[in-house]
T-cell receptor, first 110, second 113 residues
Framework: GESVGLHLPTLSVQEGDNSIINCAYS??????FIWYKQESGKGPQFIID?????DKRQGQRVTVLLNKTVKHLSLQIAATQPGDSAVYFC?????????FGAGTRLFVKA | EAQVTQNPRYLITVTGKKLTVTCSQN?????MSWYRQDPGLGLRQIYY???????DKGDVPEGYKVSRKEKRNFPLILESPSPNQTSLYFC????????????FGPGTRLTVT
């Protein structure tokens, strides 16, 4: 597959544990934040989003937390599975122009 | 099946030889965008289009052109490719009506020698 992040921050977790991936965003005017998952050789895939007027949003096994005071976003994955191994990107947008973070590689150990 | 397609998936070319990477979506989305992805840099937006005949620059537009003559297609044009445009390129679309989730194509690996 494609190698898109040779020097990415890496998080290694045991299967079944919870994962927390962090992201610092840059524009305090962004009103929408999104997490994407990118598997090897594929394009990014939407996971979950959150509007700037929210602090927390939950999906299936995933939770996104937004701290506007320190411009910090986190993605929590519950009961991490081998299929969660991928590169995760946060993105901030005001609608059309979108800024992506550099990404974090998640390794899940069986 | 709802999808974004890109062609070609892989391309090796020489400096200065004009090329076009095509992008098409079948979801009737208004908004489309092009990104390049380089190791350690995440995805950087090249150009985006809010609708037919409406385009705007992203963060790294230099050396690229786009056009949006039809809603479904958004080709990326490199008039005179250079080695620093060697990268992995992604096209994406979104509904443009208050939903910000983007749907990405499979990517085009471009090498310019």
């Amino acid at each position: 597959g494609e190698s898109v992040g040779l020097h990415l921050p890496t998080l290694s977790v045991q299967e079944g544990d919870n994962s927390i991936i962090n992201c610092a965003y840059s524009n305090s005017a962004s009103d929408y934040f999104i997490w994407y998952k990118q598997e090897s050789g594929k394009g990014p895939q939407f996971i979950i989003d959150i509007r700037s007027n929210m602090d927390k949003r939950q999906g299936q096994r995933v939770t996104v937390l937004l701290n506007k005071t320190v411009k910090h976003l986190s993605l929590q994955i519950a009961a991490t599975q081998p299929g969660d191994s991928a590169v995760y990107f946060c993105a901030e947008t005001g609608g059309f122009k979108t800024i992506f973070g550099a990404g974090t590689r998640l390794f899940v150990k069986a | 099946e709802a999808q974004v397609t890109q062609n070609p998936r892989y391309l090796i070319t020489v400096t200065g030889k004009k090329l076009t990477v095509t992008c098409s979506q079948n979801m009737n989305h208004e908004y489309m965008s092009w990104y390049r992805q380089d190791p350690g840099l995440g995805l950087r937006q090249i150009y985006y289009s809010m609708n037919v005949e409406v385009t705007d620059k992203g963060d790294v537009p230099e050396g690229y052109k786009v056009s949006r003559k039809e809603k479904r297609n958004f080709p990326l044009i490199l008039e005179s490719p250079s080695p620093n445009q060697t990268s992995l390129y992604f096209c994406a679309s979104q509904t443009g009506t208050g939903a910000y989730e983007q749907y990405f194509g499979p990517g085009t690996r471009l090498t310019v020698t």
